[in-house]
């Protein structure tokens, strides 16, 4: 099983949709999530931080379910500009290091 | 105020051939990283620096060497390319000292192309 794991997609959705993406992740000692976006040939560049209590930036709203292991990003109203690949970070405690998930696609249709 | 900056932006070379990727960051940061992304593999750590005169093994560091120059600088080398060794590369970096339960994000550079025949 790999540590992050996410639906690959794509998630084809038309503008103004609502759409939700989730990540899973296998070890409970993670204690810093993120989700970051990167579009076709670039790297990637933070969208948010995902914090215990949940937390929302404009249209995106980012969940943690410790319990479950999983964070969710909800993105409202979706717009063309947000077509791209939505990656979910884990850190592991008391570490450096970062675990990527391979990404979820996303294509806003106009 | 740059950021993350690697050269070359793309590469290619022949099996048995040697290059150095250089990555510079001007913020500052402790920690720097070296990535490869393979499609459908996700980004993959090779190397990762917590600070300046260390260096750590990630998930990938077979056919490659690092160095921590100094605080900015921290380059990959790839001492005799494989075809296996084709892929993009990131260099990133971390703000933030120790491994703090703050939620320090990564900051990447733009990436090398790299191709080997």
């Known amino acids: 099983r790999k540590e992050v794991e996410q639906d690959p997609g794509p998630f084809n959705v038309p503008e103004g949709a609502t759409v939700a993406f989730n990540c899973t992740y296998s070890?409970?000692?993670?204690?810093?999530f993120f989700w970051y976006r990167q579009d076709c040939r670039k790297e990637p560049k933070l969208l948010m931080s995902v914090y215990s209590s949940g937390n929302e930036d404009g249209r995106f709203t980012a969940q943690l379910n410790r319990a479950s292991q999983y964070i969710s990003l909800l993105i409202r109203d979706s717009k063309l500009s947000d077509s791209a690949t939505y990656l979910c970070v884990v850190q592991t405690s008391g570490t450096y290091k970062y675990i990527f998930g391979t990404g979820t696609r996303l294509k806003v249709l106009a | 105020n740059a950021g993350v900056t690697q050269t070359p932006k793309f590469q290619v070379l022949k099996t048995g051939q040697s290059m150095t990727l250089q990555c510079a960051q001007d913020?500052?940061?402790?920690?720097m990283y070296w990535y490869r992304q393979d499609p459908g593999m996700g980004l993959r750590l090779i190397y990762y620096?917590?600070?300046?005169?260390?260096?750590d093994k990630g998930e990938v560091p077979n056919g490659y060497n690092v160095s921590r120059l100094n605080k900015r600088e921290f380059s990959l080398r790839l001492e005799s390319a494989a075809p296996s060794q084709t892929s993009v590369y990131f260099c990133?970096?971390?703000?933030?000292?120790?491994?703090?339960?703050?939620?320090?994000?990564?900051?990447f550079g733009p990436g090398t192309r790299l191709t080997v025949t």
């Open positions: 990133a970096s971390r703000s933030g000292t120790g491994v703090s339960k703050d939620p320090y994000e990564q900051y």
């Open positions: 620096s917590a600070s300046e005169g260390t260096t």
């Open positions: 913020m500052n940061h402790n920690s």
């Open positions: 070890n409970s000692a993670s204690q810093s």
